[in-house]
């Protein structure tokens, strides 16, 4: 399947008249939003009438791979509820900004490796309340995603560099097999700031709406689930090393879940550069032999998928790169100054300040989280302590190292 731009499909079927019907809505305003730029639009012009084009294909392809079939009943009563071609193309760039844009940020992460899992004479027993309690920090949840992943990335299956120069069984490994050696990343499948209680208000109104976009995909629970540092919970995130690492924040890389529990079709925007350049498989089964340990969730994949898909189909990767490529370009000026695409949209700011790092995730307090301040409580757990004596120093094991912990915009625009 092709991941380039492309138009709404003219054949469309559906056993739902109620979906057909809201296609065809789109499609006539796709029509005529292309007869408007084929009529010598010129100069900021054009950009607007892209954006415009970008936003009602949103929602057209959001009917065609919709998550799940409720999603696209959901969709296609919005569709239906817009009177005119201005909100439906309103309802496109909510979508965008609420759907889109919230997934395609970049987390921080450092790539060390917690050396302390990397000896051969210790391991982090099943009894061990190490194994929740590393569930719920960025630092904590990579060290049990790289045991749960048998140290090394979930895709490409190459070993984690640290890993292999520490734990003889690993270097013995990539030797008979001829495994390349890399760093590792924790990628998030929902992005961390979606679960910060921010005290600014507009911040706090922005998450809200995404949330609301996946409730009504008729996902109700998946906010309560990912709440608060639960974020971090092994279900939400991904071994990679760091080039399949960045093009899964970017919207390049993602995982289609299939008919068969943890096996997934692997698709990308760039599919010479990730299948022969880098040899990736093009299915993939996500599998660990510490059953106590989730794998990534099928659920999470397919949203995110979802977004992918859409945001390639409808051309706002390609508007966007536009936008990126033009240093000249005052983006803010030139759409805001068109009436069409009012401002009184909510956006998600796309400054560095917009998830600003004091507000949204503190350095200061998620390394104090990490620190596993609570000395008594872990004392009480006999082979926690027995696991952490060799090392002296416990709580600077899984200490966060963090340079930064502000997720960051990909597109620093506003598109409306």
């Known amino acids: 399947m092709s991941y380039e731009p492309q138009h709404l499909p003219g054949d469309f079927t559906h056993q739902s008249p109620s979906i057909v019907g809201a296609m065809d809505k789109c499609r006539q305003a796709e029509a005529a939003i292309t007869r408007d730029l084929e009529n010598n639009a010129a100069g900021s012009a054009v950009l607007v009438l892209e954006k415009k084009l970008v936003n009602v294909r949103i929602l057209g392809h959001l009917l065609t791979v919709g998550p799940t079939s409720a999603a696209q009943a959901y969709i296609a009563q919005m569709i239906s509820s817009c009177q005119d071609e201005q909100a439906l193309i309103e309802l496109g760039e909510a979508y965008d900004k609420y759907f889109i844009r919230a997934f395609a940020v970049h987390g921080i992460d450092t790539g060390i490796s917690p050396r302390h899992l990397y000896r051969d004479s210790f391991t982090i027993p099943k009894t061990s309340s190490l194994r929740k309690l590393m569930h719920y920090s960025r630092y904590r949840a990579k060290s049990l995603a790289l045991i749960r992943d048998n140290y090394r990335c979930m895709v490409a299956g190459r070993i984690d560099g640290t890993a292999a120069n520490s734990m003889e069984a690993l270097a013995r490994e990539m030797i008979d097999r001829r495994i390349i050696a890399e760093a590792t990343r924790c990628a998030y499948i929902f992005p961390e700031y979606?679960?910060?209680?921010?005290?600014?208000?507009?911040?706090?109104?922005?998450?809200?709406?995404?949330?609301?976009?996946?409730?009504?995909?008729?996902?109700?629970?998946?906010?309560?689930?990912?709440?608060?540092?639960?974020?971090?919970?092994?279900?939400?995130?991904?071994?990679?090393?760091?080039?399949?690492?960045?093009?899964?924040?970017?919207?390049?890389?993602?995982?289609?879940?299939?008919?068969?529990?943890?096996?997934?079709?692997?698709?990308?925007?760039?599919?010479?550069?990730?299948?022969?350049?880098?040899?990736?498989?093009?299915?993939?089964?996500?599998?660990?032999?510490?059953?106590?340990?989730?794998?990534?969730?099928?659920?999470?994949?397919?949203?995110?998928?979802?977004?992918?898909?859409?945001?390639?189909?409808?051309?706002?990767?390609?508007?966007?790169?536009?936008?990126?490529?033009?240093?000249?370009?005052?983006?803010?000026?030139?759409?805001?100054?068109?009436?069409?695409?009012?401002?009184?949209?909510?956006?998600?700011?796309?400054?560095?300040?917009?998830?600003?790092?004091?507000?949204?995730?503190?350095?200061?307090?998620?390394?104090?989280?990490?620190?596993?301040?609570?000395?008594?409580?872990?004392?009480?757990?006999?082979?926690?302590?027995?696991?952490?004596?060799?090392?002296?120093?416990?709580?600077?094991?899984l200490a966060a190292r963090l340079h930064g912990t502000c997720p960051t915009d990909v597109r620093q625009v506003k598109v409306a």
């Open 194 to 397: 979606l679960a910060v209680d921010t005290g600014n208000e507009a911040k706090r109104r922005d998450i809200a709406k995404v949330w609301d976009v996946i409730k009504g995909f008729g996902y109700p629970k998946i906010q309560e689930e990912l709440k608060g540092a639960q974020i971090h919970s092994l279900c939400n995130i991904l071994t990679l090393e760091p080039t399949l690492c960045s093009f899964f924040d970017e919207l390049r890389l993602w995982f289609v879940p299939t008919e068969t529990p943890n096996h997934y079709l692997v698709e990308t925007s760039m599919p010479f550069t990730l299948f022969k350049s880098r040899e990736v498989p093009r299915v993939i089964e996500f599998k660990t032999t510490e059953p106590d340990l989730d794998l990534p969730s099928a659920e999470y994949l397919n949203i995110r998928a979802t977004c992918c898909r859409v945001y390639h189909m409808s051309g706002a990767a390609e508007y966007f790169d536009k936008l990126d490529d033009d240093n000249d370009l005052d983006a803010d000026d030139d759409l805001d100054a068109d009436d069409d695409l009012d401002a009184d949209n909510d956006d998600l700011d796309a400054d560095n300040d917009d998830l600003d790092a004091d507000d949204e995730l503190d350095a200061d307090e998620l390394a104090a989280d990490d620190e596993l301040a609570a000395d008594d409580e872990l004392a009480a757990d006999g082979d926690l302590v027995a696991y952490a004596a060799p090392t002296h120093r416990f709580a600077e094991m």
